[in-house]
C-alpha cells in the first residue's frame, strides 16, 4: 500500500482537517477560562496525530472545537477545505454528517439495536438504498472484527472492545475524511486498548482519514504519526 502524506514543504492546503490560531474560553465566575491558547495543527489525510496530555489540558475541547461542536473565539478551523466559521448552523451540521466521524469515549450505542442497525440508524435511507447499506455496514464491521453472528447481537451482548469497534465502524459509516476520538480506550483493559488503538491506525491508513486521537495513556502513542502534548490550553510537539 502506498502512503500518501504530504510533506512539510507542500502546502497545509492538501490537510483534511486545520486549526489556525484557534482560541476557545468558557465563562467561569468573573474570569473566562480559557481551555485552547492558539492552538494550530493540521492534519493530513492517512495521517493519525495523537494528542496526549493531563486531564483538563484542553484535549476534549480540542476536538470540539475540531467537530464544529463548539466555535471558537478566535481562529480558524477548516474541514476538508472548507472554512467552518462561513457556514450557517444547518451548513455546519452537514459538514459533521458527512464530513467528520467522532468516536467518543463511551461507545453510546442504542440499546434496542443490533451491531449492524447502529450503523444504519444514522443513514436517510430511502428505496434501493437498503441493501446496499446493508452490504457496507456488513463489511465495515466485518473489518473492524465482528464477525456475521456478532453482526446480529445488541450491544448488551458484546464486549466492551467489541462495543467500541461497532462505534468506530459507525464513524466511518459516513466515508469522513475527519475521524475525531476522544480517548477511546479509557474504558478498556491495556491489551484491549492497544488493539483499538492499532485498529484506528489501521482505518485511517485504509480509508484515509485525518485521525486525531486523544488519550492521556502514553503508552498507546506508539502507534501515532505525530504525537503532540497539550498542556493549559496550548499544543506543543512532544
Ligand atoms: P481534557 O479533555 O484534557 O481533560 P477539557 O477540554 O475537558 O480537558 O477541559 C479543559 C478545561 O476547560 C478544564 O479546565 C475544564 O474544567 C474546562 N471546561 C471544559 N468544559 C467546560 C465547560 N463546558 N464549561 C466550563 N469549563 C469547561
Ligand atoms: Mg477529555
Known amino acids: 500500500m502506498t502512503r500518501n502524506v504530504p510533506s512539510s514543504q507542500e502546502p497545509r492546503s492538501g490537510a483534511a482537517l486545520t486549526l489556525e490560531d484557534v482560541t476557545l474560553t468558557y465563562p ?6 480559557t481551555a485552547l491558547d492558539a492552538v494550530s495543527l493540521a492534519v493530513a489525510p492517512g495521517e493519525l496525530v495523537a494528542v496526549a496530555g493531563p486531564s ?16 471558537p473565539g478566535a481562529g480558524r478551523v477548516t474541514v476538508a477545505g472548507r472554512d467552518t466559521a462561513r457556514m450557517t448552523d444547518r451548513e455546519r451540521t ?9 468516536v467518543f469515549q463511551q461507545a453510546n450505542l442504542l440499546p434496542s439495536l443490533t451491531a449492524e442497525e447502529q450503523l444504519l440508524a444514522v443513514t436517510h435511507l430511502r428505496g434501493g438504498r437498503v441493501r446496499e447499506a446493508r452490504g457496507r455496514a456488513g463489511e ?21 472492545g467489541e462495543r467500541q469497534r461497532v462505534n468506530i465502524a459507525r464513524a466511518l459509516f459516513g466515508g469522513p475524511a475527519v475521524l475525531l476520538v476522544d480517548e477511546p480506550t479509557s474504558a478498556l483493559d491495556h491489551e484491549r486498548g492497544e488493539r483499538v488503538v492499532e485498529l484506528l491506525a489501521d482505518v485511517t491508513r485504509r480509508h484515509r482519514t485525518a485521525t486525531v486521537l486523544v488519550t492521556h495513556d502514553r503508552a498507546l ?17 512532544a
Do not use: F, N, Q, W
Not at 28 to 33: A, I, K, M, T
Not at 56 to 68: C, D, E, Q
Not at 94 to 102: D, K
Open 28 to 33: 467561569d465566575g468573573d474570569r473566562p477560562l
Open 56 to 71: 483538563g489540558s484542553g484535549k476534549s475541547s480540542l476536538l470540539a472545537v475540531a467537530a464544529t461542536l463548539l466555535r
Open 94 to 102: 452537514a459538514l459533521r454528517r458527512e464530513r467528520i466521524g467522532i
Open 140 to 160: 465495515l464491521l466485518e473489518s473492524v472484527g465482528l464477525d456475521a453472528a456478532k453482526r446480529r447481537r445488541r450491544p448488551h451482548r458484546l464486549s466492551g
Open 221 to 237: 502513542l506508539g502507534r501515532a504519526d505525530r504525537v503532540l502534548v497539550m498542556r493549559d490550553g496550548r499544543l506543543a510537539e
